[in-house]
């Protein structure tokens, strides 16, 4: 099984959980419909469209409405602490959650109990928690932009918002914030670094770098990392190794913005729609 | 003298910083009172920060204030008298307090011009003002505020602290902040 968990941006949306569909640009789950917008819905979608090339079944997930308030956020964390285990996943992407501490622990204890455990991948809030929670080695891959890659190069850092100057200033030297991340035992196993170059990076080698079609009004579009992460998390659930996986989806959301022409004011709802052409294009 | 060497003197003056405990912090139940109480007493005419607490009382999205110690008794009776309830007052160490970041990422893309603060960004058209993105972050009122702020437009838009309730939201404050500054609409 493929887990997805995440927010929606819907304070009164209850916590949610199942199979889910695509149909047109809405996420359908029990008899909840939900706009592609940025976040773990344009996540949950961009996966659904890659599982859907290979005809895979759709992930299981787990959403909640929370606007920052973290009420939604506090059920999401005590849900997955005690029901991850009947699941038997081989996959969990996390994704949007308000970072808190405690919360993280219950879902970690929840995760240590899984015999075999399954690839975990954070993105947004949840890699936020769990670099504060001292986990991060627990998971297999991360998939910051370059901000938060300096984030979690920065051993004293809560949050992205407080990462210190002088890293921030370095932020284009990729090596040494690496090289600062996994001495600090900050990152995950594997790291996806998303920026006008994709960096693929295990144990703190850099093993590939893409940049190719380079396109630059994506890093203004809200959604794009959210894709990355949704690609890359489908393909690994598919069979391809972590670093096949963060290849293949690193090029093939590329292509797929590439394909939509886009400008910095169009919207993640026009790029997932060109997801399955690019990994046709590019795979077969 | 022995007391006179250099070291004694170092020594001392590592002491006195040690002791430095000129600032207080408030903390909040949430990020969200963090932002209205901030509100209330910067248009009060008080002199505060927004500062990370000490990782002794950090449980996660933490934003605190920080005050001067001396003028802590008044700010913490202007904030009950305005109904904004705090959990606490703690002494601190300057040095234990981090900072919000204050280096700014500036991208032109001609029609359009996108600034980042920490990890959120703000895109705008140069031309109508229309907020035309907003990308990055990962606390869950970043999809909110997109949600909210996404074809307004930027004089008229509500301000990204009306509407966020952590960190996140609050860098992309600064965010705003910033591109009207360039734009020259601060």
Known sequence: MFIIAGIIPDENSPLIYGQVKLLENFLNIQNYSIPIERGTSALIAAAIKTLEVFQKEYPFIYLVGDIGKGEGSKKLYESLGENIKIHKPKVITFHYILPDVDGCLKVILGLEKLNPKPILIADAGFMYVVKMAGYSTFFDLFTPDLGELAFLADEKAPHPFYTRGFLLENENNIEDLVERAYKYENASKYLLIKGKRDYIVCQGNILKIIDNPLVEELEA??????????????LIYIGFSLEEACEIGAKVNR??????NPTPATQIGEIVNYIPKALKNLLF | MKFFKKGFFKKLRINRK???YSKGIIIFEN???VIKAEKALKSAGYQIKMVAPPPIVRKGCDLAIEVPIIKALSILEFLKMNKINYLDFIPCNKEDLLKPVDIFQIKDFGKYLMVRAANMKLTV?????TIVNISGGGCPDVPYLASKLIGLNLTTAPQ???LANTLCGYA????YEKIKEILCLS
Do not use: C, Y
């Open chain 2, 125 to 129: 058209d140069k031309e109508s003002l």
């Open chain 2, 31 to 33: 990020t969200s009172l």
């Open chain 2, 172 to 175: 992309l404050q600064l965010a």
């Open chain 1, 255 to 260: 292509l797929a913005g590439a394909l939509a």
């Open chain 2, 160 to 162: 990204p602290k009306e």
């Open chain 1, 221 to 234: 579009i809200g959604g794009t990392g959210d894709t990355l992460t949704g690609i890359v998390s489908s």
């Open chain 2, 18 to 20: 040690f002791r430095d």
